[in-house]
């Protein structure tokens, strides 16, 4: 073991690690794509001219017209509360089917002698791989990727074409909406033929990562053909969150032909007064691994990011992250990303993880499958938690369809475990969501089986995280003295879907439980926090806190319609309500007027939410119920300036803690304002006040990206919002919005807060909805100005905004 400080730079970036021969190929740009299963589309000579040029990552199901229920899936004249739920009301309304894609290129001359591979990161749902015609791999399962080697199926000095056929599967294939495509990056890796690194070959542990000491433990994994059994000389290197060097050692190790690949320690390192990877520092180390020749010279070179960083669980405490107690607040959703479907664009992850953290999220489950490897990324440089979860439900039908899950478990956790493991902010393995009620899960008892043969595989490829699975609300009804499901009792974290209150007496029961709400309904918010025991459980995720496409309660809805945030972003009141109590040290208050509340059955819950809205444009002669949201201890409402009294927030009820409700409040136009107080200040700790608009006047339009990179990748968000004489936003304007671009950009998502719009979330025109909508512009590889028209169709005034490309 190599004793060295953190706080010693020397050189870095050495030029001879630059030298290694290993390289990486975006292919991402300049694909032909058309929709449908063609025949003949895989051959090498095949006319694509007409189809269209797309860029991934794309999801071609995204541009599929809506598909309305048929007239026998309506709902009954006599049941007019039953809800339209078709066979595609979980997938978005859109049809199912096959798109293909196809890409001609010629490959570099210095390829020659090298292992040329092609690599997915996911096809979604499932998709085959062609190159001169030939079937050279595929994926049943897209949301992990795969790499296949195509070296002897190269043409030199001619044009090759690869060939993607992506299918989405049936309807019942999945219970909410996937898209469809090469929905994630493509790229070539080129490396040496007879002795490299294997796919995700590192793999960085830090068993030791106390304040003053921290040990850096470096796997990795190297193939090598038979018949080279020189010794393997590796080289490997550390930098600090800096970019400073602060390790570099070469050493040697005999080939054993009988284990290969090979994987093996590089080396164990311990570095005194470490940065600490946590939430509110969320830096990152970096690992880079070379094979090295006689010379001295890198010919096969990898790299990885880590966190240094110490996680425990207990029944005790529930979870610690570097010896202090944090309490998980989190999400669970859905990969998709809005107007972009299941496009993973990097730009449009961070704007959601910034968002999260603003209103005081620090964890994200992620529903029901593993997300991008850019989300991962961007996790660990913003610090949020993750659960990573795999599957949703144990059977063939949720796992891609086409080949049986018994048969594919022993593939994906690998590729999984392996892809996944180096992230610091994974903290928790989920094989699993709602699967211990169904007989029909392979060996007929409940999961039991399969999760013991499951966990071994997961514990030998990472030893240091736990491993769970969700368990479905269903079968216990709610007897609070009834047995745990056989299988909550064996996982490492007993997770629950919705039934927090079994908690207590689970534990009392079985004191090694370690306890942690999967998915908590918005229905419930509040009460499933404060009711839980703060102390010793290790939190919970809120169910679909930002809306999203499929899981529709009925046509026209086209999803989920009951987060805190809509699909465009905007919060809704009740995002300030959750604020309240994930960020308890932010004084905060927060006006809501209430509107209709609809049940709904969801798995046996009510996840039914009412309607708030932030509008102060009532009908004069009406009255209304009020909301104060806040974690102050009084609230007084005024309304133009004249006090309705002061009112305490009342702690002890979970069902009133933070949401104070003013009942029969006559309207009067002009302003409503809320202002809170603690007891020891006799000032407002904070305010919050909404008045009456008049008529919208103009257009204005708030870009977020001030680092906007010509990349053909990044993305801009462009808010426009709809403004009287004031410059006050008017929640009643719904005016159809043109949008045009000039310059080195383009238009790829349009998108409002109305999950019932028969509007597409693509093309260049979208109607405002609670007076705003947002258009997304994609960058191409030119940088450059960029003018973005915004042209309303009715008496308000237009606006057009300049932005540019670095």
Same mark, same amino acid.
């Given at each position: 073991?190599?004793?060295?400080?953190?706080?010693?730079?020397?050189?870095?970036?050495?030029?001879?690690?630059?030298?290694?021969?290993?390289?990486?190929?975006?292919?991402?740009?300049?694909?032909?794509?058309?929709?449908?299963?063609?025949?003949?589309?895989?051959?090498?000579?095949?006319?694509?001219?007409?189809?269209?040029?797309?860029?991934?990552?794309?999801?071609?199901?995204?541009?599929?017209?809506?598909?309305?229920?048929?007239?026998? !899936?309506?709902?009954?004249?006599?049941n007019p509360v039953a809800n339209v739920r078709s066979r595609l009301s979980s997938r978005g309304f859109k049809e199912m089917g096959t798109g293909w894609y196809r890409k001609t290129f010629t490959p570099e001359p210095q390829w020659k002698g090298k292992r040329v591979l092609l690599d997915f990161e996911g096809i979604m749902l499932v998709g085959d791989v062609y190159v001169n015609g030939e079937r050279v791999g595929g994926t049943d399962y897209g949301y992990l990727g795969f790499e296949t080697d195509i070296t002897d199926k190269l043409k030199y000095g001619q044009s090759n074409t690869i060939a993607v056929k992506a299918d989405t599967g049936k309807p019942e294939n999945s219970r909410w909406?996937?898209?469809?495509?090469?929905?994630?990056?493509?790229?070539?890796?080129?490396?040496?033929?007879?002795?490299?690194?294997?796919?995700?070959?590192?793999?960085?542990?830090?068993?030791?990562?106390?304040?003053?000491?921290?040990?850096?433990?470096?796997?990795?994994?190297?193939?090598?053909?038979?018949?080279?059994?020189?010794?393997?000389?590796?080289?490997?290197?550390?930098?600090?969150?800096?970019?400073?060097?602060?390790?570099?050692?070469?050493?040697?190790?005999?080939?054993?032909?009988?284990?290969?690949?090979?994987?093996?320690?590089?080396?164990?390192?311990?570095?005194?007064?470490?940065?600490?990877?946590? @939430?509110?520092?969320?830096?990152?180390?970096?690992?880079?691994?070379?094979?090295?020749?006689?010379?001295?010279?890198?010919?096969?070179?990898?790299?990885?990011?880590?966190?240094?960083?110490?996680?425990?669980?207990?029944?005790?405490?529930?979870?610690?992250?570097?010896?202090?107690?944090?309490?998980?607040?989190?999400?669970?959703?859905?990969?998709?990303?809005?107007?972009?479907?299941?496009?993973?664009?990097?730009?449009?992850?961070?704007?959601?993880?910034?968002?999260?953290? !603003?209103?005081?999220?620090?964890?994200?489950?992620?529903?029901?499958?593993?997300?991008?490897?850019?989300?991962?990324?961007? @996790?660990?440089?913003?610090?949020?938690?993750?659960?990573?979860?795999?599957?949703?439900?144990?059977?063939?039908?949720?796992?891609?369809?086409?080949?049986?899950?018994?048969?594919?478990?022993?593939?994906?956790?690998?590729?999984?475990?392996?892809?996944?493991?180096?992230?610091?902010?994974?903290?928790?393995?989920?094989?699993?969501?709602?699967?211990?009620?169904?007989?029909?899960?392979?060996?007929?008892?409940?999961?039991?089986?399969?999760?013991?043969?499951?966990?071994?595989?997961?514990?030998?490829?990472?030893?240091?995280?736990?491993?769970?699975?969700?368990?479905?609300?269903?079968?216990?009804?709610?007897?609070?003295?009834?047995?745990?499901?056989?299988?909550?009792?064996?996982?490492?974290?007993?997770?629950?879907?919705?039934?927090?209150?079994?908690?207590?007496?689970?534990?009392?029961?079985?004191?090694?439980?370690?306890?942690?709400?999967?998915?908590?309904?918005?229905?419930?918010?509040?009460?499933?926090?404060?009711?839980?025991?703060?102390?010793?459980?290790?939190?919970?995720?809120?169910?679909?806190?930002?809306?999203?496409?499929?899981?529709?309660?009925?046509?026209?809805?086209?999803?989920?319609?009951?987060?805190?945030?809509?699909?465009?972003?905007?919060?809704?009141?009740?995002?300030?309500?959750?604020?309240?109590?994930?960020?308890?040290?932010?004084?905060?208050?927060?006006?809501?007027?209430?509107?209709?509340?609809?049940?709904?059955?969801?798995?046996?819950?009510?996840?039914?939410?009412?309607?708030?809205?932030?509008?102060?444009?009532?009908?004069?002669?009406?009255?209304?119920?009020?909301?104060?949201?806040?974690?102050?201890?009084?609230?007084?409402?005024?309304?133009?300036?004249?006090?309705?009294?002061?009112?305490?927030?009342?702690?002890?009820?979970?069902?009133?803690?933070?949401?104070?409700?003013?009942?029969?409040?006559?309207?009067?136009?002009?302003?409503?304002?809320?202002?809170?107080?603690?007891?020891?200040?006799?000032?407002?700790?904070?305010?919050?006040?909404?008045?009456?608009?008049?008529?919208?006047?103009?257009?204005?339009?708030?870009?977020?990206?001030?680092?906007?990179?010509?990349?053909?990748?990044?993305?801009?968000?462009?808010?426009?919002?709809?403004?009287?004489?004031?410059?006050?936003?008017?929640?009643?304007?719904?005016?159809?919005?043109?949008?045009?671009?000039?310059?080195?950009?383009?238009?790829?998502?349009?998108?409002?807060?109305?999950?019932?719009?028969?509007?597409?979330?693509?093309?260049?025109?979208?109607?405002?909805?609670?007076?705003?909508?947002?258009?997304?512009?994609?960058?191409?590889?030119?940088?450059?100005?960029?003018?973005?028209?915004?042209?309303?169709?009715?008496?308000?005034?237009?606006?057009?905004?300049?932005?540019?490309?670095?």
């Amino acid at each position: 073991m190599r004793f060295i400080s953190a706080a010693i730079a020397t050189l870095v970036f050495a030029s001879a690690s630059m030298q290694a021969q290993r390289t990486i190929v975006p292919i991402n740009r300049n694909w032909k794509f058309t929709y449908g299963d063609i025949e003949n589309a895989e051959k090498k000579v095949f006319d694509d001219s007409q189809w269209q040029t797309i860029h991934v990552p794309h999801d071609f199901q995204i541009h599929q017209p809506w598909v309305a229920p048929a007239p026998d !899936e309506m709902p009954d004249s006599d049941n007019p509360v039953a809800n339209v739920r078709s066979r595609l009301s979980s997938r978005g309304f859109k049809e199912m089917g096959t798109g293909w894609y196809r890409k001609t290129f010629t490959p570099e001359p210095q390829w020659k002698g090298k292992r040329v591979l092609l690599d997915f990161e996911g096809i979604m749902l499932v998709g085959d791989v062609y190159v001169n015609g030939e079937r050279v791999g595929g994926t049943d399962y897209g949301y992990l990727g795969f790499e296949t080697d195509i070296t002897d199926k190269l043409k030199y000095g001619q044009s090759n074409t690869i060939a993607v056929k992506a299918d989405t599967g049936k309807p019942e294939n999945s219970r909410w909406y996937t898209g469809g495509g090469l929905f994630r990056d493509v790229k070539f890796v080129i490396t040496p033929a007879d002795r490299y690194f294997t796919r995700h070959p590192l793999f960085v542990t830090t068993p030791v990562a106390e304040a003053d000491s921290a040990t850096i433990v470096v796997e990795a994994g190297v193939f090598s053909t038979p018949a080279n059994t020189t010794p393997i000389a590796t080289r490997l290197t550390i930098y600090n969150p800096q970019g400073e060097q602060i390790f570099t050692n070469t050493s040697k190790r005999n080939f054993n032909k009988r284990q290969n690949p090979w994987e093996y320690i590089l080396d164990s390192i311990k570095v005194k007064q470490p940065q600490r990877w946590s @939430c509110e520092t969320p830096v990152l180390y970096k690992a880079v691994a070379e094979l090295i020749d006689s010379t001295g010279k890198a010919f096969d070179k990898v790299e990885t990011n880590f966190g240094i960083r110490k996680i425990e669980f207990s029944p005790e405490y529930g979870f610690k992250l570097n010896g202090k107690k944090l309490l998980l607040k989190g999400i669970a959703n859905h990969h998709t990303l809005g107007a972009l479907g299941a496009a993973a664009y990097p730009a449009a992850i961070e704007k959601r993880i910034k968002l999260l953290k !603003e209103y005081g999220f620090n964890h994200i489950r992620t529903s029901h499958n593993p997300y991008s490897e850019s989300f991962l990324d961007l @996790c660990d440089r913003h610090g949020i938690l993750v659960l990573d979860e795999l599957y949703d439900k144990w059977l063939t039908q949720y796992a891609g369809g086409r080949t049986s899950w018994e048969d594919q478990w022993q593939y994906t956790i690998p590729e999984w475990i392996k892809r996944d493991r180096n992230h610091p902010s994974i903290i928790i393995w989920s094989l699993g969501n709602e699967l211990q009620i169904q007989p029909e899960i392979p060996y007929g008892d409940y999961g039991v089986t399969p999760y013991m043969m499951q966990k071994p595989l997961v514990k030998r490829l990472d030893p240091t995280r736990p491993v769970t699975v969700a368990m479905h609300p269903h079968g216990r009804g709610m007897d609070l003295d009834s047995e745990p499901w056989p299988l909550a009792k064996l996982t490492d974290i007993t997770s629950y879907n919705y039934r927090y209150m079994f908690f207590s007496n689970d534990g009392k029961r079985y004191p090694h439980m370690n306890f942690y709400q999967s998915e908590a309904s918005a229905s419930a918010m509040g009460p499933n926090f404060f009711e839980m025991d703060l102390d010793k459980n290790i939190g919970l995720a809120y169910w679909g806190m930002i809306d999203y496409l499929g899981e529709s309660n009925g046509w026209p809805e086209k999803g989920w319609t009951h987060g805190v945030f809509d699909i465009s972003l905007e919060p809704k009141p009740t995002a300030y309500f959750l604020r309240s109590f994930y960020k308890p040290d932010e004084p905060i208050v927060h006006i809501a007027i209430k509107g209709k509340r609809k049940s709904i059955d969801w798995n046996g819950i009510d996840v039914g939410t009412a309607t708030m809205s932030d509008s102060w444009n009532l009908i004069n002669g009406t009255t209304a119920d009020i909301y104060t949201y806040t974690n102050a201890d009084e609230v007084e409402l005024l309304i133009n300036g004249k006090s309705l009294g002061r009112v305490k927030n009342n702690t002890t009820d979970s069902k009133q803690r933070n949401r104070i409700l003013w009942k029969n409040v006559k309207y009067e136009p002009g302003k409503i304002e809320a202002r809170a107080y603690n007891a020891s200040s006799a000032k407002p700790v904070a305010t919050h006040k909404i008045e009456t608009t008049g008529k919208a006047k103009k257009l204005i339009a708030t870009a977020d990206n001030p680092n906007w990179k010509a990349d053909g990748t990044d993305l801009q968000h462009i808010r426009v919002a709809a403004v009287d004489n004031a410059g006050r936003q008017n929640m009643e304007e719904n005016s159809l919005l043109e949008f045009s671009v000039e310059g080195p950009a383009e238009i790829i998502g349009v998108i409002n807060g109305d999950m019932k719009s028969p509007e597409m979330t693509v093309g260049t025109s979208r109607s405002l909805y609670n007076g705003t909508a947002t258009v997304i512009l994609r960058s191409t590889p030119e940088a450059g100005n960029v003018t973005l028209k915004v042209t309303p169709k009715g008496n308000i005034k237009g606006t057009t905004i300049k932005l540019n490309t670095l």
